[in-house]
């Protein structure tokens, strides 16, 4: 038997004082691709600003709205669209901030309100025939029968008040000019239900702000003191209904719309000549306060 003999592997390891030192590994190219694109990278992170966080960030919750103490409640009892069967749409009152105000509006709600004649040519917007009607019936006392739902802005008021033509030649009493607390959370005319006059008197009409306003503070530009809201549940429901109700907005716009109490506004309209002094946005269905009863808190409804 022939024996192979096996190869013998040397490894020279140099002398102990001149050892073999093998030459450093040279980097390969993916190598040094690779070091460049980490640096890269590190540098990026580095000046790179951070994205804010898509969390939600935490909000204030709204100030609860807070209401006065309710001394009475009003009961209007409207027809639309010449329905033979009313709805009610009732108003609580706040009688102890603004006494006098409350009180103009408790007396045009129950009907005795006392409001004198105009003199022909010496007051704006009154004439003649006017007058005459107005002596005829100068022993009835002004109320909100027979009045109706004149002006109608969407998502921005609903104007009540537009006493019977036989009132129109009486002019509004004035009274004393009160205010309400501004404190977080008290009730403004541009709160949803809230219910308001003419600051001071002067006019017969109201104004209801809309339940859900798209504008917070859409009225508080007018000279308004609020007097009583509408009550949550079934009845702002119906002012709700009632806000739907198209009407006539193609004379002026929004911000044209004159505040209550305007001397100039008139109770007839000529739509085919637009006027900044006429009754826009008038509804298209007739809403009317065929009733109204006042009930102080306390008594039997």
């Known amino acids: 038997m022939t024996l192979i003999p096996t190869p013998i592997i040397s490894l ?8 073999t030192i093998p030459p450093p590994i040279q980097p390969t190219t993916t190598r040094r691709r690779a070091l460049v694109v980490t640096v890269s990278t590190i540098a990026t992170a580095l000046t790179t600003t951070p994205t804010p966080s898509t969390a939600a960030t935490p909000t204030t919750p709204p100030v609860p709205l807070t209401l006065p103490r309710a001394t009475a409640l009003v009961t209007l009892h409207l027809s639309i669209n010449r329905s033979a069967t009313s709805r009610p749409l009732r108003i609580e009152l706040y009688g102890d901030e603004t006494p006098a105000s409350v009180a103009f509006f408790a007396s045009l709600a129950s009907g005795t309100l006392r409001a004198p004649c105009a003199i022909p040519d010496t007051t704006d917007g009154i004439d003649a025939t006017s007058t005459e009607t107005c002596l005829e019936y100068k022993d009835k006392d002004v109320g909100y029968s027979n009045s109706q739902v004149w002006r109608l802005v969407p998502d921005r008021r ?9 009132f129109a030649g009486r002019i509004p009493p004035t009274i004393p000019v009160e205010r309400r607390t501004t404190s977080s959370g008290a009730i403004t005319p541009s709160t949803g239900g809230a219910v308001s006059i003419r600051r001071g008197g002067g006019a017969f009409e109201f104004t209801i702000a809309p339940p859900n306003a798209i504008k917070p503070n859409n009225l508080a530009k007018e000279d308004l003191v609020v007097v009583g809201k509408v009550l949550d549940g079934e009845d702002m429901a119906f002012l709700e209904e009632m806000y739907g109700i198209p009407t006539r907005k193609d004379i002026v716009g929004f911000g044209d719309v004159p505040p209550l109490g305007d001397g100039n506004l008139k109770r007839a309209c000529e739509f085919t000549t637009p006027s900044k002094t006429c009754a826009q946005f008038k509804p298209l269905k007739r809403i009317v306060v065929v009733g109204a009863e006042v009930v102080a808190l306390g008594e039997e409804l």
Do not use: E, H, K, M
């Open 12 to 19: 020279s390891l140099g002398t102990p004082n001149n050892p």
């Open 158 to 166: 609903i104007d009540f008040g537009r006493v019977d033509s036989i």
